[in-house]
């Protein structure tokens, strides 16, 4: 049974409550741990697609269940999933969750085991551009000390476009001018 805090999340999450799910992307929705581990050693797929197109991985990593994030990567599960419908990243959802509920474990647990951060699904906004989006500009430097590439003149965009406080305008001009300086650096000799 899910409780209505976590009803709430899980539709701040998504924008809706997933209905009709496989019985493990129910414990996870659940917080089942014990459930999650008798299905998943009964081969319940830690990548099933959901109707809606969420996965047990999305789920888990959108409310930030980091143990049952790490028992179903364990499994299998990819830490590159992304839901079909919106074409949004597990990383994306964990980076909210993170945003949202203060609970960055999803998001680095994904990160450690090993999500591609220069991945976009299907034409979706890469993990940068989305903290970018979040005014997240210290997650976007991280990525940049990390190996983030994918794109440099969007991320720029999207740095700049973003709307910030007065106390976030330096980060925001550094950001900027750092990935200016990685483009510049990146153009071939013409």
């Known amino acids: 049974m899910v409780s209505s805090?976590?009803?709430?999340?899980?539709?701040?999450?998504?924008?809706?409550?997933?209905?009709?799910?496989s019985p493990l992307s129910q414990a996870i929705l659940c917080d089942d741990a014990a459930k999650a581990d008798r299905l998943l050693a009964q081969g319940a797929s830690p990548n099933q697609r959901e109707p809606g197109g969420l996965t047990p991985v999305l789920i888990a990593a959108a409310l930030s269940r980091?143990?049952?994030?790490?028992?179903?990567?364990?499994?299998g599960g990819d830490p590159n999933a992304y839901e079909s419908d919106t074409r949004t990243l597990a990383l994306s959802y964990a980076l909210s969750a993170g945003?949202?509920?203060?609970?960055?474990?999803?998001?680095?647990?994904?990160?450690?085991?090993?999500?591609?951060?220069?991945?976009?699904?299907?034409?979706?906004?890469?993990i940068a551009r989305w903290a970018s989006s979040l005014g997240q500009f210290d997650k976007v430097e991280q990525l940049l000390d990390q190996g983030y590439r994918a794109d440099l003149p969007a991320l720029a965009r999207s740095v700049e476009r973003r709307n910030v406080p007065d106390k976030a305008k330096a980060a925001q001009a550094r950001l900027l001018a750092r990935i200016r300086a990685m483009i510049a650096t990146d153009r071939p000799a013409g």
Not at 66 to 75: E, G, I, K, S, V
Request: no cysteine; net charge negative; proline share 4%.
């Open 99 to 126: 945003v949202h509920q203060g609970d960055w474990r999803a998001y680095e647990r994904l990160i450690d085991e090993g999500a591609d951060i220069n991945r976009s699904a299907q034409g979706g906004p890469t």
């Open 66 to 75: 980091d143990a049952l994030l790490a028992r179903l990567l364990q499994a």
């Open 5 to 21: 805090d976590d009803r709430a999340v899980v539709e701040n999450a998504f924008g809706y409550y997933p209905d009709d799910v």
